[in-house]
Every structure is written in C-alpha cells, then in structure tokens.
T-cell receptor, first 115, second 112 residues
Framework: GAVVSQHPSWVICKSGTSVKIECRSL??????MFWYRQFPKQSLMLMAT?????????EQGVEKDKFLINHASLTLSTLTVTSAHPEDSSFYIC???????????FGEGSRLTVL | GENVEQHPSTLSVQEGDSAVIKCTYS??????FPWYKQELGKGPQLIID?????GEKKDQRIAVTLNKTAKHFSLHITETQPEDSAVYFC???????????FGTGTSLTVIP
C-alpha cells in the first residue's frame, strides 16, 4: 500500500518551546491531509484538514494559532505545536488522501511529551 | 453530517474463531468504506475497503460486507490469530469528498 511518512516518531520538549511534525506522502500525491490527536484508548480526534496551497480548516475548539498547519506541496504537510505545554502531550497522527483513488493512508504517529 | 457508529467496543475471541465488527452510517451519499487496524503506539493501517457498487469484498482471512439499504457494513476476520489483536476502526466517506468519518473503534483481543 501507499506510504505516509511521519517524523519524528517521538519527541520530548520543554514547556514553552515549539515542535514541528512533518507528514509526507512518499509515493502518491495528496491534495488533502488531515491531522488528528489521539488520547489513550480513544478514537481519532480530527484537529484540522489541510489542503495544498490553502489555509487549513480547523475543527471547533482547536486553536489555530497554537497548532500551525502548513501544506506547501502535494506531498508535505507540517504541524507546529507552538509554545507547548504539558497538556499538549499526546499522540499526533497525520493522514493523506490519495488524489487518484480517494484512499486515506495514515502516518505512524508522533508521540509528543512536554515536560 | 455523517454519523458512524461502531460495535462492539471490545471483543475477545479464541484463536481460530471468527470475529465480526459492525458499523452503521447515516448519510446515504457515503460511498467509500475503509477499515483500519491500529496496533499499540502506531498509526492506523488500511486493511480493506469497499465501495458502494459492491456488496462484499474478501482478502484472505479478512472480508467486508456492505448493505446500502440498511446503511451498515461489517468486517469479518476468520481463523483469528494473536497478531490480529489490535484496535479496528471503520470509516465512511464520499469518494470525492473531503472528509472521513470514523467509528469509535473496537479493541479486539485474540486469546491463544
């Protein structure tokens, strides 16, 4: 199947710093990418929908100034958690929708721990 | 908007038995239904999908059925193995739409 690469897989940072997570579709073009947050033993919580070349659409309750999303190309989207705090610690997952088939593929996730 | 419900939330089966997970959806415009397997600490992996123009699809031990009239679809795993233990998510989408709607997940445990 198609591959979505997400990096880093885990990161530990100090409170107040910013962290960037990258999501790349390696062998297909993705006009739409999605970012999720997942708490232990819970389902995927959609944070935002990212379309190439346009501003991301954020779900209600997600602070767009805190979670900066950039989708600069058909294969790359980034999520930057700005001024991170311990409550931002979570598992963040990206997904990419293949332009030609409409299938959705997920990255491996990034475990963020804010000290 | 679309609403996807998934049952059961947890499922335990003996190795070799079959497991069935069911999902319902509300929007008749949905026409693409993927299933994902998520192992602990990893991202979900697409394991099988079905489009509304077919009623059943099979891939080795995994099969998915779709009943458009009743708006429900199911995942069937036969001859379960311990490595099938994971959380499974169903989803519904419109092929050329922009959103996927996920079920709440089923934690499957296969007991050796």
């Amino acid at each position: 199947g198609a591959v979505v690469s997400q990096h880093p897989s885990w990161v530990i940072c100090k409170s107040g710093t910013s962290v960037k997570i990258e999501c790349r579709s390696l062998d297909f073009q993705a006009t739409t990418m999605f970012w999720y947050r997942q708490f232990p033993k819970q389902s995927l919580m959609l944070m935002a929908t990212s379309n190439e070349g346009s501003k991301a659409t954020y779900e209600q309750g997600v602070e767009k100034d805190k979670f900066l999303i950039n989708h600069a190309s058909l294969t790359l989207s980034t999520l930057t958690v700005t001024s991170a705090h311990p409550e931002d610690s979570s598992f963040y997952i990206c997904s990419a929708r293949a332009f030609n088939t409409g299938e959705l593929f997920f990255g491996e996730g990034s475990r963020l721990t804010v000290l | 908007g679309e609403n996807v419900e998934q049952h059961p939330s947890t499922l335990s089966v003996q190795e070799g038995d079959s497991a069935v997970i069911k999902c319902t959806y509300s929007d008749s415009a949905s026409n693409y239904f993927p299933w994902y397997k998520q192992e602990l600490g990893k991202g979900p992996q697409l394991i099988i999908d079905i489009r509304s123009n077919v009623g059943e699809k099979k891939d080795q031990r995994i099969a998915v059925t779709l009943n458009k009239t009743a708006k429900h679809f199911s995942l069937h795993i036969t001859e379960t193995q311990p490595e099938d233990s994971a959380v499974y998510f169903c989803a519904a989408s419109i092929s050329r739409g922009n959103q996927f709607y996920f079920g709440t997940g089923t934690s499957l445990t296969v007991i050796p």
